[in-house]
């Protein structure tokens, strides 16, 4: 069983994960690509203002995927994705910053925690990593975009002890789903990544396969999993999508799959 359903609502279809929605605690989503009115490379459903996007577009895909959800475009909550490892508890003050904007969100924020019921959290991709935390005990969610720096800096991790320090979360009650993003079979680093692993304290040698001189195949959704698990997550408890952005493009936008010019998905989580 892959552990998702892919779920249409009105013209939009996104990714559950059955061990969030079993919980019956959030409601939550993974966008891929389809049911909305962007054009050209950003074609359809594109969800991100800072890509050169028309701002209207994006403004409707969003009251789209807020609705799939059950909440409105005044709830959601973003952050200035900036690929560091900075975590942001997000309150009701919060409230609706970056929903219409890119300049309004939140700044110099990857990952986003919550234990407020109503707000909804987003975050921004097209081949990083999303990671949607549940603690189903203390009652918070959390989002968390990692790219390789951010995966580097162990941002999971981070998020982690930003949920205990304001909520009380212990790790081994958490639940934790890493969605699609780009794959072992597609994501090529180069030495000066490789480098950077080690110097983080990681083995090059668990998450690599070579790719040619020069050019390596790096596994960040396992190293993500591994990073969750290394913070006190039981592995039974995280899901991964095992769906790779880069290998379809009738599903996801990716970055690297379109030279750099494409729209992005979203991460999306909400407390009942």
């Known amino acids: 069983m892959p ?4 779920i249409t609502a009105g013209d939009i279809k996104y990714i559950s994960f059955d061990c969030l929605a ?21 074609h359809s459903l594109n969800l991100a203002f800072h890509v050169g996007d028309s ?14 959800v059950g909440a409105g475009l005044e709830d959601l909550v973003c952050g200035q994705q900036v690929h560091g490892d900075r975590v942001h508890v997000v309150t009701e003050v919060h409230r609706g910053m970056g929903a219409r904007s890119y300049a309004g969100g939140i700044p110099e924020t990857d990952a986003l925690v919550t234990g407020r ?21 203390r009652r918070a ?21 930003t949920m205990g320090r304001a909520f009380g979360s212990r790790p081994g009650d958490c639940l934790a789903a890493i969605a699609p993003a780009v794959g072992p079979c597609c994501y090529e680093i180069d030495r000066p990544v ?30 993500n999993r591994d990073i969750l698990v290394g913070a006190g997550l039981d592995l039974r408890n995280i899901s991964v999508a095992g769906l ?23 991460s999306l989580i909400v407390l009942r």
């Not at 552990?3 to 892919?6: A, T, V």
């Not at 959390?142 to 720096?149: D, E, F, I, R």
């Not at 790779?244 to 979203?266: E, K, N």
Request: hydrophobic share 40%; glycine share 12%.
């Open 244 to 266: 790779c952005t880069s290998c379809s493009p009738d599903l996801f936008f990716s970055y690297r799959g379109q030279s750099g010019r494409c729209g992005r998905m979203a």
């Open 3 to 6: 552990g998702y359903s892919i």
């Open 141 to 161: 969610a959390g989002l968390v975009h990692a790219g390789w720096k951010g995966t580097l800096l162990r941002i999971a991790e981070a998020a982690l002890k």
């Open 194 to 223: 490789v480098d950077a692993m080690t110097e983080r304290g990681f083995d090059p040698a668990r998450y690599v396969r070579p790719a040619g001189p020069g050019r390596w195949r790096l596994d960040l959704p396992g190293l």
């Open 55 to 68: 701002p209207g577009a994006v403004l409707e895909n969003r009251r789209r995927a807020c609705r799939a």
């Open 22 to 42: 079993a919980t019956g605690m959030v409601n939550h989503a993974f966008t891929t690509r389809l049911g909305g009115v962007s054009r050209g490379p950003y």
């Open 117 to 137: 019921p109503g707000l909804l959290l987003a975050s921004f991709y097209a081949d990083c990593v999303p990671v949607i935390i549940l603690d189903p005990v």
